[in-house]
């Protein structure tokens, strides 16, 4: 991993723009204002920049944080089209099959190409087989609104539905309402509260544009884009907490960090929680009343705990297929939990050394945060929920553990300052989704919101939409 932060002498009293946090978002917008001569500064509290798409070193084995692979990494797609405009080259792996789902009753290997999954469902489901087609030219359109600037009546339809009612409209059979609704956990809210127009941007964009792995882990398409953003003259803080952010009447004048001293620009871009930043960072008395109101009230998405295992070259993985394992049939069953599983050496063997392999598991998490008193109680019960599972597969794991890590919301909130450790920000429901979600603009008129709390949403592809949305809004102003 390259140093990127730059000496404390040498960070300037006053930028163009400032950023908050080098997450994915940041990072994009931060590397397109840079792009066209903006004087750019992005300040971060951890070591590394990228948020939740981060890697880790445990005795040469390279952990994904959180991250597992990104969607519309392909050359017409969003992400492809971002890292072409600003210069990037990163190798990607594309994942086929895309994905894989596993009930008590029954498993789907997904393929990678939309349309053989169509047929497989047809196949699989001859009686909806005629619906299968309507709903995915149905789901297709929805998906293609979302880039539209009006206001399409397929926006107006599905606004209001949530991705249950909207399977619910089309067919009847049980087992293919799950298989369409069994990733899921990509989004982060069960069918039966997610967004309609959420669940189909995430799922359209990996059915049809691909899922794509960045060759050597996920901290090289951050460090690509770091790389980047200082290749074209940005300056970054890196272990730099901004501690509080300074205004005068609606404009923000400056942020201080921990490293102390205030830094001044004429435009802001919050990467962060925006709960952090409009109720601790700014002063709450500078915020506009209904718009603190807003913000006080967004419901967090869920937070995982995630296990990390490293194992010898001798145990046989191949049983272990890529992607979701639930453990009921009905998702919405309040003891329904599901396990998201990989074997990313699977994918790119270069991530442990002498053809060692790694596993990874991401749990869904039914504890409430504020109950969980002891962490390490909770880590301890996780961890041991989760082996047990994996024995199902692989009996003897536990004795091919080279080395374990493991991470709860508290980790993932240590890390990235997202409330209660959201692994999405705020939930993508109805009432947060689309038109009710967090725009990019605030009440002061030089700050801007970027990243997964506000538009389009979660997942990479999506906050690399936002922060180029909102680098352009800024060169547009
Ligand atoms: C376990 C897990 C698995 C996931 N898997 C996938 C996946 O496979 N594919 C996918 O596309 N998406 C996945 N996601 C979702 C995706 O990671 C996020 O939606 C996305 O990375 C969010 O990016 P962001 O730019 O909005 O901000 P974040 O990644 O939240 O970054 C915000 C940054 O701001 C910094 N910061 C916070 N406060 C301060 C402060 N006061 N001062 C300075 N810096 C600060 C943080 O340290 C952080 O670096 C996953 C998420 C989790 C948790």
Partial sequence: MSNFSLNKSEIKSKYDVIVLGAGIAGLICGTFLAKQGKKVLIIEQHSIPGGYCTSFKRKGFIFDAAVHHIGGCGKWSVV?????????????????????????????????????????????????????????????????????????????KYQDLTYKEMLENFFTDEQLKMTLSAQWGYIGSPPHEVSAIGMCQMLVNYLKDGAYFPVGGTQNFADAITQKFIDYGGHIMLSSSVETISTDSNIIKGVTTNKGGEIMADTFVSNIDPKQTFLRLLDKNTVDSSFLHRIENMKESVSF?????????????????????????????????????????????????????????VV????????????????????????????????DIQNHIVVTDAATPKTLY??????????????????????????????FKNLFLAGHWTNPGPGICAVVSSGWRVANMILNN
């Fill in 305 to 361: 705990f995630l296990l990390y295992l490293g194992l010898d070259n001798r145990v046989d993985l191949k049983k272990l297929k890529r992607g979701f394992y639930h453990t009921s049939n009905n998702l919405s069953a309040s003891d329904s939990d599901w396990f998201y599983i990989s074997v990313p050496t699977e994918v790119d063997s270069s991530l442990a050394p002498d053809n060692k392999q790694i596993i990874s598991v």
């Fill in 80 to 156: 492809g089209r971002c890292l072409k405009e600003l210069d990037i080259n990163i190798n990607f792996l594309r994942l086929d099959p895309m994905d894989s789902i596993h009930f008590p009753s029954f498993s789907v290997e997904i393929p990678a190409d939309i349309d053989d999954y169509v047929d497989l469902l047809k196949e699989r489901f001859p009686s909806e087989s005629k619906k299968i087609s309507l709903f995915f030219k149905e789901f297709i359109r929805l998906y293609r609104a979302t880039f539209s600037t009006d206001e399409h009546e397929m926006l107006i």
């Fill in 414 to 443: 240590r890390y990235t300052h997202n409330s209660k450790g959201a692994a999405y920000g705020g939930a993508v429901t109805v009432d947060q989704t689309w038109s009710n979600r967090l725009p990019h603009t605030t009440p």
């Fill in 364 to 395: 869904s998490s039914r504890d409430s945060y504020d109950d969980i008193d002891n962490w390490d109680t909770y880590k301890d019960k996780m961890k041991k929920y989760t082996l047990n599972y994996l024995e199902n597969f692989v009996p």
